[in-house]
Each structure stands twice: as structure tokens, then as C-alpha cells.
């Protein structure tokens, strides 16, 4: 007897556990085996043409009658989330597509498999997915981005793979797929650095490209005043040394280049000219208490990279290119044509020059006192490959240079990437382990807020394999700032505001920063629950958003109504559309935390029910395994549970520590859980805890404890019989020296 293939090409069909997803798969297509790659279900697909050629699309067959959810590419530089259920439905420009069906290999068989298309790089050719409008057809785009790059044979162009746990499935088939390209490294193999676990303020929002030294300081200086001290800052565009085309009659609109390596002179101290940035850096640092300081920059320098010709620049052998952007990104992004960098070009440092060109800028800022950098405008680089061995190659030889600049003066691996969203980059980023997760906060744009929520959470699925998401800044103060500050507290990437100094709110700040400047941070990506992978909590009018994470002893799960607004197909761009404004009804379970079961390792009698904490509702809710709490929302309103394992000590005792409540990520405080069963001394049971911060402690108890103990001193506490629930106040942080409190309550 033959064993089959769970994943297999097979009579013209893209059969998965027995199947078929694809019908009418091209002749050309081929298939080759993925056993090589390690443990899982999946199979490799190519193509073979007639004719070599710099850009190839061949059909993969039709999808019909299945939900998908696809990462797209709506403009150069950004993913967002579109779902459906037919090939027609699938954008330009998919990145990332999860299919759902039904498994067919047992009759009457309700498991759900998940089918997960990931389209590579190969060879010099950078693959993609669209659907076909007239037939259903999912078809493969593979583009090398010059016409002198060609290729007629592909083997290894797309990545299928399956299995029954979305989450699992798609780490498996990462793992598969860097173990067969070895050219990047998967989130958990990089090291994070240091800011993820501070708060942070950047200066883009509130000063844009006008940012000065007083006005860094005035920031700084704003924030701390209110309690909440940042402990990083990102001094975003405006610091560098930039001008126009020396052009007669040039227009106030010339696009600005880079003319050298250090800062302009509102970043010179006026006593001390060479002191130059290390004079914001010692005073952010010393005066400041500031743990790091970053700087932005182009990944080619400057918006329209490094000026030709500047006599200071001459080494890098910069030269003017015009930007030639794919045929699915000009069909998303149609506004792309008349862009700036597309009709005035860009001084390109030579790939061969531009390691000696990031060495002698990260050099340079590291000798300030600088810990890392946010570099943007990566997506670039995929347009500017004519002449250059194309798309694949340039964008690798630049993120090699740009990892080994990184690795060499950033010992704290400071990096973050910024507009990067092409697999080009991707697949190729060893070294960087932030990534900022979608298209900007915008603070006066109402239609992108919702938007912004919805896409951080899908993109988080792809992009958080390669990297940990950075949903990115947004203003305190603000008619969606507690909507926003939610999402961010419980995304488990950097938390840092934009806020202009003076404009904050700091009873919002405190809910998510401690008195030390430290942060409550989530272990994972925050993502999507496995039952929202397919619903359009933006589109469809009846779904909420439901984002899930872990922390080491329980988890958290945030609500959000998203409705009314996404990128238009028809209009090309982020627009509203109607949607009915009366709330929306969602339900919330113990188990909507993939991997809750995580928190109640070592309790072999656990039953599977979960005690839930609103942050904003503060009701406390027992839930059994699988039981579920209607939650009600109106379009921009959120609410974020505590999710904690209930333990049964004896009979009639049970507890679940939420954590400090008056957080939005309350169980990120619990550095450890320790539960003792005492026979002695009339009790029950003792908990013991190990708490980080100080707030309001909060935790289900379904008796009244005897007593609790922070530290040796007995405590007062408030008890609720009808709830169960338990709090006390922790007021000050633990004692210098102590990373924790240590608390033990008594049943």
C-alpha cells in the first residue's frame, strides 16, 4: 500500500488530506517534495515556460466556495488583511494566504484544516499571489524587477503546507521554509532589543521633520513630569544633513537628499559645534535617565537618497535612479505615478560601496552615545534593480550590508524596520527583530483607526514569524487614544507615544507604563484569535476583532468593534463604508488564548475553566471550558480581559491571580505563581507571588481569604462575595534591588 501525500498535485488538483482546494492546476506547474525541510506536511510548487523572460504568472488552478484570509500589499511599502471565498477575491500582491477547509480524508469529519500559501523568492525572482477576476484562477506572479534578469524554469516558487492548528501550522511552515532558503532567521532566533520592555517617545507626531534638540528635551522632560518617564526616544526625520537639487528656478517641492553623514545644525550644540548629537544624547541620557536613544534614517539614506556629486558623499559612488515599480503595486497604488520619488528619482549608494557607507554612519552614531536606529523606506529598494541584477539582489546585498553595520556597532541589536513590507526583505533579514507592523497612526485621519487596528492584528500573523511586530506610536490624547493604547499594551512589541509635550493623558499613560518607565509586556505577537482568522472584522458588519496573548502566567484577550472602514478595492485607498452604528455582540472564552493551557502547566487536574477580568468594565466572570461571555461594542470601543487558569487547591477553593488590574495587560505582573496545599494551622491552601510594579492587585478567590501578605506585612484587602473577587493595593515599586514583591495570600 501506497501512502499518499497529505499535500499533492494530483490529476490537475491541489489535493490537502484528500481535498481538493485547486481544480484545473497548468500542466507547467511542478511539484517537488518538502521533506528535506524538516517535519511537515507540504510540498514546494514551480513552473516551467517556454521562454525565459524577467517576469512570469502561470494559474495554480481555481478556489472556489472556501474562506481565506490573504496579507496584501495595498501600497509599496504596506500590507493590510482582505478575506473571501473565491479565487476572485484575492489581491494583487498577496504575501501570505491561509485557506480553510474541511478535512476530506474521514467522512462526516468536522476538523478544520488549515492551508497556509507562501510565496518565496527564488533564485533571483521574487514570487506573489493574485486571483484571477474572470475565473477564479489563484494565480503565481514570480518578477526578477529587470528586464535583463530572466528565468524560464522555477521549482521551489511557493510553499503549501497544512495542518489542524492555524498557529502551529504556520511556525511549522516557516521553520520549513528557513531551513530550505537559510537566508533569514525566525523571530525567536533573533535578539529583541532592549526598548520592547521600556516606554518610549518619538518624536515624529509631535514635531515632524521641525524636531530640535530644545524640542526632544521638552518631551522628555513633559512625560516625566506626569509619572510616566520614557526610557526610550526615537529622534524620528529631521535631524540629518538634507537638500534639494541645485537646480535654477527648482521648485520648493524638490525632493530632499542626503549630503552627509552626521546631524544638521538644529542637533549642534552652539558652545561645543563638534559635540554635534552626543549633545541630545548625554543630556536624554544623563539628565534624563534615558536607557536608549535612537535615530531615523532611509534605508538609502534619505527619502531621495544620498545626493550625487556632494563632495562628502563622493566615496559612495551615488548614483540618480528612477523608481519602476511592479504591475500589482501600481494597480493598488495608483497615486504611486505622480509620488515624488517616482517622477525625481533617487541617489542610490552603490551595492558595492553601501556596507562602508551604514559603518561609517552607525560609526558615527555610536560614538554619540546612540543605541540603535529605525530605518525606513525599505521597500524602495525592489524598484531601483535595473541594471542591478534586479529586485532579489539589490535588496539582499543592502540588508546584508545593512545586518552587518547593525551587528557590528548596535550591540544591542537596535534595529527597526520601517516600510519593509515586501517579502524581497523579508526573506532575507537575519539579523533585525522589530518590524513596525503596518501603515502609520495617523492622528487627524478618522478613517484610520480602525483600519489601523485590524491590520496590525492580520499582519502580526506573517510578519510576526520573522520578526516582533511594532504597532507603532500613537498620541495619548486623543479622541481613539485608549482604543489605540490597549492594542499596543497587550501587542507584545515596543509601547511609545508621539504626544506633542503637554498634550498627554497621563491616568491613560499609567495604565500601561510602571513609575520606572518599565512596561507589562506580552510574550508573543499579539494576533488574531483562531476564530476571527477568517471573519472581516472591518467589512462584514456583524464581527468584532478578538486579539489574543501570553503572558508567563496568564494570558490577555482584547475586543475591538473595527467595522466601518477599509481599503476600497474600487477606490484604491483606506475609505469609509456604511455600516450599521449600533453595537455589535461578540463572545469571549477561556480558550479564545491559544495557548492558555501554557499558564496551567504542572496542573494536571486543570478542567480547562478560566476566571476573565475586564479591564473596563471591571467585572470578574468564572468561565467553564468552552463557555463563552457576550461582550457588546460600538464602532472604536474595546474592552481587554485577563485570562487566567482557575486552580482548584481543595474543594469549595479555587483562585486565579488576574495581576495588577488597573493595567490594560494585568497578568504580565505575575513573575511567578506558586500554589501549596496546607493541611496545617486550619488553612486551606497558600498562594504564593512574585509581582512586578505596583498598582491595584487583583485575583478571583472563591472564598474569602485569611489574610495577605506583601512582603512580611499582613495587608488590608477588599473581598466581594458575589464575584469572588480580591484586591489590594501595592503602592510603591519594589524596594531598590528587588525586581519584585513578594506576596502570599492565605486560604
Not at 506573489?128 to 534578469?149: F, I, K, M, R, Y
Not at 521633520?209 to 526632544?216: A, F, M, P, R
Not at 541630545?280 to 539628565?287: F, R, S, T
Request: charged residues 20%; glycine residues 10%; proline residues 4%.
Amino acid at each position: 500500500m501506497t501512502i499518499k501525500p497529505a499535500i499533492r498535485v494530483s490529476e490537475g488538483n491541489l489535493v490537502v488530506k484528500e481535498r481538493a482546494i485547486l481544480t484545473g492546476v497548468a500542466e507547467n506547474v511542478v511539484e517537488t517534495s518538502a521533506a528535506a525541510c524538516g517535519p511537515v506536511e507540504g510540498v514546494f510548487l514551480g513552473a516551467e515556460f517556454e521562454k525565459e523572460e524577467s517576469r512570469h504568472v502561470v494559474s495554480l488552478g481555481r478556489l472556489r466556495d472556501v474562506r481565506f484570509m490573504a496579507c496584501f500589499r495595498f501600497k509599496l511599502w504596506w500590507m493590510a488583511q482582505k478575506m473571501g471565498e473565491n479565487g476572485r477575491d484575492i489581491p494583487l500582491e498577496t504575501q501570505f494566504l491561509l485557506v480553510e477547509t474541511k478535512d476530506g480524508s474521514h467522512l462526516e469529519s468536522d476538523q478544520i484544516v488549515y492551508t497556509l500559501f507562501l510565496p518565496l523568492i527564488e533564485g533571483s525572482f521574487r514570487a506573489c499571489l493574485q486571483g484571477n477576476p474572470e475565473n477564479d484562477t489563484l494565480e503565481l506572479c514570480l518578477e526578477s524587477g529587470d528586464a535583463e534578469t530572466k528565468a524560464s524554469s522555477f521549482s521551489h516558487a511557493l510553499f503549501i503546507s497544512a495542518g489542524t492548528d492555524p498557529f502551529a501550522t504556520i511556525h511549522d511552515a516557516f521553520t520549513a521554509v528557513r531551513n530550505h532558503l537559510n537566508t533569514f532567521r525566525l523571530r525567536h532566533e533573533k535578539k529583541l532589543p532592549g526598548i520592547v520592555d521600556y516606554f518610549g517617545w518619538c518624536t515624529w507626531d509631535a514635531f515632524y521633520q521641525e524636531v530640535t534638540q530644545e524640542g526632544v528635551e521638552a518631551g522628555l522632560q513633559s512625560l516625566a513630569a506626569g509619572g510616566t518617564p520614557p526610557k526610550f526616544v526615537i529622534i524620528d526625520d529631521g535631524w540629518q544633513s538634507v537638500a534639494g537639487d541645485p537646480q535654477e528656478n527648482s521648485d520648493s517641492n524638490s525632493l530632499q537628499r542626503l549630503t552627509g553623514i552626521k546631524e544638521n545644525a538644529k542637533f549642534q550644540n552652539k558652545e561645543d559645534p563638534e559635540l554635534g548629537i552626543k549633545s541630545i544624547v548625554d543630556i536624554a541620557k544623563k539628565k534624563h535617565g534615558l536607557k536608549y536613544v535612537y535615530v531615523w534614517h532611509a534605508i538609502t539614506g534619505y527619502w531621495g537618497g544620498v545626493r550625487p556629486g556632494v563632495k562628502e558623499m563622493e566615496e559612495y559612488g551615488s548614483v540618480m535612479k528612477y523608481p519602476n515599480v511592479s504591475k500589482g503595486v501600481e494597480e493598488n497604488e495608483p497615486t504611486w505615478k505622480t509620488d515624488a520619488l517616482a517622477v525625481q528619482g533617487l541617489g542610490l549608494v552603490n551595492p558595492k560601496k553601501v556596507y562602508s557607507f551604514y559603518d561609517q554612519l552607525h560609526k558615527y552614531l555610536a560614538w554619540a552615545g546612540i543605541d540603535g536606529v529605525k530605518v525606513d523606506v525599505q521597500c524602495i529598494l525592489e524598484t531601483l534593480g535595473a541594471g542591478l541584477g534586479g529586485r532579489v539582489e539589490l535588496t539582499r546585498q543592502y540588508h546584508q550590508a545593512l545586518d552587518a553595520s547593525i551587528a557590528r556597532n548596535f550591540p544591542d541589536n537596535g534595529c527597526i524596520a520601517c516600510m519593509s513590507h515586501n517579502t524581497d526583505a523579508l526573506y532575507c533579514s537575519k539579523q533585525t527583530a522589530v518590524v513596525r507592523a503596518s501603515d502609520d497612526f495617523y492622528p487627524r485621519d478618522p478613517v484610520s483607526h480602525t483600519i489601523h487596528i485590524a491590520s496590525v492584528a492580520y499582519n502580526s500573523i506573517f510578519l510576526g514569524e520573522f520578526m516582533q511586530p511594532d504597532w507603532d506610536m500613537f498620541h495619548s490624547l486623543h479622541p481613539a487614544a485608549e482604543y489605540h493604547a490597549s492594542a499596543r499594551a497587550i501587542s507584545g512589541g515596543p509601547i511609545y507615544v508621539s504626544d506633542k509635550p503637554g498634550n498627554h493623558d497621563f491616568d491613560l499613560l499609567r495604565k500601561m507604563v510602571l513609575p520606572d518607565g518599565s512596561v507589562l509586556r506580552a510574550r508573543l505577537p499579539g494576533r488574531p484569535t483562531a476564530d476571527c482568522l477568517f471573519t472581516d472584522p472591518a467589512r462584514d458588519g456583524v464581527s468584532l476583532l478578538k486579539i489574543w496573548n501570553m503572558n508567563s502566567y496568564g494570558g490577555v484577550l482584547g475586543v475591538y468593534n473595527c467595522q466601518g472602514a477599509a481599503w476600497s478595492a474600487t477606490e484604491r485607498k483606506n475609505a469609509f463604508h456604511h455600516t450599521d452604528s449600533a453595537a455589535i455582540t461578540g463572545y469571549v472564552r477561556g480558550r479564545d488564548v491559544h495557548h492558555i493551557s501554557e499558564a496551567a502547566a504542572g496542573d494536571l487536574d486543570w478542567n480547562g475553566e478560566c476566571a476573565l477580568y475586564g479591564h473596563r468594565s471591571g467585572q470578574v466572570v468564572v468561565l467553564p471550558h468552552n463557555v463563552s461571555l457576550p461582550v457588546t461594542l460600538k464602532v472604536l470601543e474595546h474592552e481587554v480581559f485577563a485570562v487566567v487558569p482557575v486552580k482548584a487547591l481543595a474543594p469549595g477553593y479555587r483562585f486565579a491571580p488576574f495581576g495588577l488590574v488597573n493595567m490594560f495587560n494585568a497578568s504580565g505582573a505575575l513573575e511567578a505563581v506558586v500554589y501549596e496545599v496546607n493541611e496545617e494551622d486550619g488553612l486551606v491552601g497558600i498562594v504564593r507571588l512574585e509581582i512586578k510594579g505596583c498598582g491595584k492587585f487583583g485575583a478571583y478567590s472563591s472564598t474569602r481569604p485569611t489574610r495577605c501578605l506583601l512582603g512580611t506585612h499582613v495587608v488590608d484587602f477588599g473581598y466581594d462575595n458575589d464575584s469572588g473577587f480580591l484586591s489590594f493595593n501595592i503602592d510603591h515599586l519594589p524596594q531598590e534591588g528587588h525586581k519584585v514583591h513578594h506576596v502570599q495570600i492565605e486560604l
